[in-house]
């Protein structure tokens, strides 16, 4: 198999009576089988054809998640472009750029709101030929001047017959070695560079992923993360290829709805929404009244006794697996019903650092979490667990099949492999700053083996901070530490050019609130909790208990709480949900000044 349009007609073939999209039809989901999804995909790239799409030539997709996205990045590659897919909460401002180094003729957006983006520089643009709009209900532009995505496909179904043998032809040709997709790397700092990811980079990570997670045919899955993101775009790929149906989520408020209608087999994640489901559980079980309040939190107990015991290696004993059937009887299976994860096999999670401590709270609530780690350069697993296999939690598993890894003499993870890009698109000095003589990709990430040979995640080279007086601190490990208190929801280090480590928190607030409300104390709003004496001396005890063991200029001395969750909207997020540490200290800068004084 020498591409991904040849998975894809490989997956149609197999799993042809298959469900291959979910759709929502009010209450009732709606399947669309891998036959009709595949006649669908060759009208498209039949459109393609038609409107005279080139091989090489560069298709940008500007959308959120829908079965749409999918459609229009498998009927490109299948006439030979390169997909460049953009995040769509991208301004069009950072929009400019981007289709202006790729010299996109073609780009491809969702609706009017994206449409209007593309219109509001379309002076800046003028390599750009054509808009194709999957959704121009609200558009007020001129009919003539963009192509609808139904329009696309009838004039690919009309022309089908002749344009069928050209289609082909160009499926053919692909190699491994060509250009699939050019993802601009969103970062958390520095100016956006292109990752050139060939065919055989993604069907490499589909290959070995395959294998190192053990899916099945027919498995359900749930997309929420955005498929402009490499790591779900290569687990769409991973998922049509053992014949998955998938429900393409359209926005975070349906999420929890959307779990529940489909209950997904598998589910892709980021350590934050695994956060937000824990202090959605952990809140619903607190506020529980009588018995059923009891019970409940009996069973919190527990999970927290067997997960403690599995992570130790230790077995149960008789009285504890009593204890812990019981409380799956009454609780734990409830629970995971009521937030559609009751036929979950295990989800994976990446992006981000994921709290020991979390993991490990799932564990005993029934559901397994499988780390991965990667980066968009390697297309992007470089290691991940197998969810059949013991779990580490402060590990991110081991490197899979057919890849090297190694540390550096600095700590730096390098790896080596069919899975690291072609390079940056049109940078040959920053590649070469990646990518050394010798292949080694230099991932910026610092880590060491295990005893079991998994790697643990110690930093990025770049957040190391300096203090005034020298020191150096990882912030990485001393957050996600702290991350395990149940009072502390997000958080930042702070410490370059500092006498000592401080901190901008983001506390759980109706734990907090209730916390110090025990205390006989009144909080109107999230404003004066933050203000609250008692909220402070509370999270520094929190920050005092998790920091035993660091040294002395490792611990935070001051800290300061906020009013308001770092979140997309302030910028303060990367579309991956991790945090941007510029933008955050630029955003609370008054606050980390006076903490600096």
Known sequence: MKSLPALVRQAVADHADRPAVLLKDGGNLVEVSYRAFGERLDQLACGLLDLGVTAGERVVLLSENCPEWVEADVASLAVGATTVPLYPSLPAEQIAPLVQRVRARLVIVEDQHQYAKIESIREQLPSVERVVVFRPEKLTAAADSYVTWADLAARGAAARDELQPRLAAREAALRESDIATIIFTSGTTG??????????????NVQTCLQRLHLEAGERFVTFL??????????????ISVGAANLYNESLRALGPNLVKVRPTVLISVPRFLELIRERVSDGIQNKTGLAGVIARWALQVADQVSRAYVEGRPLSGWLKLQQRLAEQRVFSAVREQIGLDRLRFTVAGGAALPPELGRWFYGLGIRICQGYGLTETAPVVTINDPREQLRFDCIGRPVAGIEVKIADDGEILTRGPHVMAGYFEMPAETAEAIDADGWFHTGDIGRWVADGQIQITDRKKNIMVLANGKNVAPVPIESRLLESPLINQLMLIGDHQNVVTALIVPSFEALQREVEAKGESVADRAALCASKTAEKLVRAEISRLSGDLAPFEMVRKFRLLPRELDLEHNEMTPTLKIRRREVLANWASLVAEMAE
């Open 226 to 239: 955005p498929l402009s993101h490499v790591f779900q775009r290569m687990v769409t790929f991973l998922g």
């Open 191 to 204: 100016v956006p560079k292109g990752a050139m990811l060939t065919h055989g980079n993604l069907l490499f």
